[in-house]
């Protein structure tokens, strides 16, 4: 950029930036917790849509139809928020989608015409506008966390995550759900107390979001407005110097097809649990939580493998302990096996996010971040669609045990495509870029 810079890059390590920053992914957890994951996925598929197997394909439908949005969207929304240092003001516009369209799905009920698919039109604006805000958000993370300490900081954001996600289904399990009489004399009626638990996602996700932007600083960019059509130029200039980024490039491709695991798992772990196993809400939700605390376990304590070991071998390490738990999930014979399944896929899947952020952390240059973690999420969701697909069809025609089998085959080909990554290179591509090189 050759606009001058009205405020130097902030220091990095600050407790209070680094703390304030990882808020918001306590934050945001609740949606993806209670909403994508466990207690309205299960709600859609088994109570909102007609039966479990045509809930099972029609969410996994929504959630196709946004990971293609989102793939679309988010480089060129990084490019302009490059251009203009606007990572607050996007991430304000992005939230406040995320938590009016969440709040709308607490009011569409059973009774609705057309419920089931007004309900699902709605997810995938809340979807879409909650992972274009955390394009912005991980665009921070190297600017406020020094290379030496960049994994340990991923962690403890992903990790304050799922404590977050942890205690926000924690309250609607003893508030909302799991009590005979739910909180504010709310009824029990065509589940309303359990789609008021959208609106106690909405209430958590702005409270516990003020810290980022009360505290984590911004680099503001002088005569530099938000101009798509820049950003379009941004991303073709970007596209031509391509063969700067080879390990990036290599990254995202195996990260295009093993996050396709995880985004299948995500979406579909509390359904699977209900169909396959019998599980109620309740018990899907106490599943949930039990995850989501060896999930953020995993996530700290990997943080610091991250440091020493790199994030390439922290991710391979991730993707063979949770290929081996979803194959134990898709062969379990009893809900014991299962729990220990799910168990260990949430000791393996916290890391795995937390490795990848701070890998892709160390592969950017300063001023292309917004942008290049735009191209993270594409990775993230421009293939993303095919599991869900895959699981969904594979379900519909022979049972939801070979539907989460599908998912095993995602993580193997993204290990593989993994290995020939190189992160010493892609650290030094990024500095010599920073440099002018």
């Given at each position: 950029m050759t606009s001058a810079e009205v405020n130097a890059t902030p220091v990095r390590d600050d407790p209070k930036v680094i703390w304030s920053w990882a808020?918001?992914?306590?934050?945001?957890?609740?949606?993806?917790?209670?909403?994508?994951?466990?207690?309205?996925?299960?709600?859609?598929?088994?109570?909102?849509?007609?039966?479990?197997?045509?809930?099972?394909?029609?969410?996994?439908?929504?959630?196709?139809?946004?990971?293609?949005?989102?793939?679309?969207?988010?480089?060129?929304?990084?490019?302009?928020?490059?251009?203009?240092?606007?990572?607050?003001?996007?991430?304000?516009?992005?939230?406040?989608?995320?938590?009016?369209?969440?709040?709308?799905?607490?009011?569409?009920g059973p009774d609705m015409a057309n419920g089931p698919l007004i309900a699902l039109v709605i997810f995938v604006i809340a979807n879409v506008a909650y992972e274009i805000g955390n394009v912005f958000y991980n665009a921070f993370l190297p600017s406020i966390a020094s290379p030496e300490r960049i994994g340990r900081i991923s962690g403890y954001g992903w990790g304050l995550g799922y404590v977050g996600g942890t205690l926000c289904m924690w309250v609607a399990l003893i508030g909302f759900v799991q009590t005979e009489v739910p909180w504010?004399?709310?009824?029990?009626?065509?589940?309303?107390?359990?789609?008021?638990?959208?609106?106690?996602?909405?209430?958590?996700?702005?409270?516990?979001?003020?810290?980022?932007?009360?505290?984590?600083?911004?680099?503001?960019?002088?005569?530099?407005?938000?101009?798509?059509?820049?950003?379009?130029?941004?991303?073709?200039?970007?596209?031509?110097?391509?063969?700067?980024?080879?390990?990036i490039v290599k990254f995202l491709l195996a990260r295009l097809i093993f996050n396709d695991g995880l985004v299948t798992l995500f979406a579909f772990g509390g359904v699977y649990a209900g169909n396959v196993f019998g599980m109620t809400l309740s018990e899907v939700i106490v599943f949930g939580v039990v995850l989501n605390v060896t999930s953020g376990a995993g996530a700290f304590l990997f943080g610091f493998v991250d440091d020493r070991l790199g994030g390439k071998k922290t991710i391979l390490i991730t993707i063979v302990g949770m290929a081996v738990a979803t194959g134990m999930a898709?062969?379990?014979?009893?809900?014991?096996?299962?729990?220990?399944?799910?168990?260990?896929?949430?000791?393996?899947?916290?890391?795995?996010?937390?490795?990848?952020?701070?890998?892709?952390?160390?592969?950017?240059?300063?001023?292309?971040?917004?942008?290049?973690?735009?191209?993270?999420?594409f990775s993230g969701k421009a293939t993303a669609f095919v599991g869900p697909f895959v699981l969904g069809e594979l379900t519909s025609a022979f049972s939801h045990r070979a539907g989460m089998a599908s998912v095993i085959a995602f993580f193997v080909v993204g290990g593989l495509l993994l290995l020939p990554v190189d992160e010493d290179k892609g650290v030094a591509a990024a500095q010599a870029q920073q440099n002018g090189g």
């Open positions: 808020a918001y992914d306590w934050a945001n957890s609740a949606f993806t917790t209670l909403v994508v994951t466990f207690i309205y996925s299960y709600y859609f598929t088994l109570v909102l849509a007609p039966d479990g197997e045509t809930g099972t394909l029609w969410w996994s439908r929504g959630v196709m139809i946004s990971s293609i949005l989102i793939a679309l969207a988010s480089p060129l929304l990084g490019a302009a928020a490059d251009r203009g240092g606007s990572r607050k003001r996007f991430m304000a516009v992005a939230m406040l989608m995320c938590v009016g369209a969440t709040t709308a799905l607490a009011f569409i504010f004399g709310m009824t029990t009626d065509a589940g309303w107390n359990v789609r008021a638990t959208n609106l106690l996602v909405v209430a958590w996700f702005v409270l516990f979001s003020l810290p980022l932007f009360l505290f984590v600083p911004e680099r503001r960019i002088s005569s530099a407005g938000v101009s798509m059509a820049e950003a379009f130029r941004e991303l073709g200039r970007t596209a031509r110097q391509i063969g700067r980024y080879r390990e898709v062969w379990a014979p009893t809900r014991a096996w299962f729990w220990a399944a799910g168990i260990l896929v949430g000791i393996f899947v916290g890391p795995n996010q937390s490795a990848s952020r701070s890998l892709m952390g160390r592969f950017v240059p300063d001023k292309h971040q917004s942008e290049f973690f735009g191209f993270f999420a």
